[in-house]
């Protein structure tokens, strides 16, 4: 498992954890950041990446991001 912020753009992966407090968590999920789910990056810019998951881009800011195990 690595951290969503080592991903390489354009590859498809599969999540596998979710970490951080519960309320992350929660926030996470709500945005469709679910485990078994897929998730693309699409681009980096200064560590903050935008994101392909469940057919919407979403821009995740690198904390955030570094919760997400793919």
């Keep these: ?18 970490g951080g407090k519960e309320e992350t968590r ?4 709500n945005l469709g950041f679910v485990v078994g789910g897929n998730v693309t990056v699409v681009s980096e810019i200064n560590g903050n ?7 919407s881009r979403v821009a995740v800011g690198k904390d955030m991001a570094a919760k997400i195990l793919i």
């Design 26 to 29: 929660r926030f996470l999920e």
């Design 1 to 18: 498992m690595m951290p969503l912020t080592m991903a390489n753009p354009g590859e498809c992966y599969t999540i596998r954890k979710v």
């Design 49 to 55: 990446l935008i994101i392909n998951v469940k057919d």
